[in-house]
């Protein structure tokens, strides 16, 4: 889905787009030639040096402060999302969340099915003809009901799953002309999730290494999101995987 010469940039939104995997996205994205917009929850700096280093490769790129959870918030975001694009060829569910200390019992569930859907929702009048949304997950979430489960993080799995059955849902009608695509990954070297799940599951990682052989970068997730969403081969509903068997997951024994 290489962009023709002469054609407009296409236009990307990220979610939770200023560390991690979703700032990895917002520069393949970049150098891939889109515009991309991503939201930041509150790290400002960090957000501050996404955007230096994409406009340094001549980007056009914007950060926008949003609590998806915050409805009232959301809708300041995309009155300000409007002011900056009519228009929105790629939107990649990256924010997450249920692994914060002190979150309320019903919080995974909120960040993770209820405002993942609703923030779609919201995104829908300014997606074109033919765009891709794509939802960025983990193979525990993926796969959730099927494989073992770590007890820190399945909470969060179960929503993450619930929120990807949602969307599934929502995306299968043919009407709205977007397409849905699931991209999965293994534990993510230098991410926070694995630092956190560490405490509960001491040696996580390195049995994930040994199983899987090694474990994906953000980069490396970035990339794959990316080439997902530009990639028109792909049809509504695939998953992407990256790293690891999504048959052998569990904590080390």
């Known amino acids: 889905m290489d962009r023709l010469a002469g054609s407009p940039p296409r236009v990307a939104l990220v979610t939770g787009g200023s560390r991690g995997i979703g700032a990895a996205t917002v520069l393949a994205l970049c150098r891939r030639g889109c515009d991309v917009v991503f939201t930041y929850r509150s790290r400002l700096r960090r957000a501050e040096q996404v955007l230096a280093e994409a406009s340094a490769a001549g980007a056009r790129v914007a950060a926008f402060a949003n609590d998806m959870t915050d409805s009232v918030?959301?809708?300041?975001?995309?009155?300000?999302l409007r002011a900056w694009t009519d228009r929105l060829h790629v939107l990649v569910l990256n924010a997450s969340g249920g692994l914060e200390p002190g979150a309320d019992p019903g919080y995974a569930m909120r960040i993770n099915r209820d405002a993942q859907l609703a923030f779609a929702e919201r995104a829908l009048p300014l997606l074109v003809a033919g765009a891709t949304v794509v939802l960025v997950t983990s193979h525990w979430a993926h796969r959730y009901g099927e494989v073992p489960?770590?007890?820190?993080?399945?909470?969060?799995?179960?929503?993450?799953?619930?929120?990807?059955?949602?969307?599934r849902e929502r995306f299968a009608d043919p009407g709205l002309g977007v397409r849905l695509l699931v991209v999965t990954g293994d534990l993510v070297e230098g991410t926070v999730t694995p630092k956190l799940l560490e405490r509960t599951s001491p040696g996580l990682a390195e049995h994930r290494r040994h199983e899987a052989g090694s474990l994906p970068t953000a980069a490396q997730m970035g990339d794959a999101i990316a080439d997902a969403a530009l990639d028109?081969?792909?049809?509504?509903?695939?998953?992407?995987?990256?790293?690891?068997?999504l048959g052998s997951l569990g904590a080390p024994q």
């Open 149 to 167: 489960q770590l007890p820190a993080y399945a909470p969060v799995a179960e929503s993450k799953h619930a929120g990807e059955v949602a969307l």
């Open 73 to 80: 918030a959301t809708t300041s975001f995309f009155r300000g």
């Open 232 to 245: 028109d081969a792909l049809p509504t509903g695939h998953t992407v995987v990256v790293g690891g068997d």
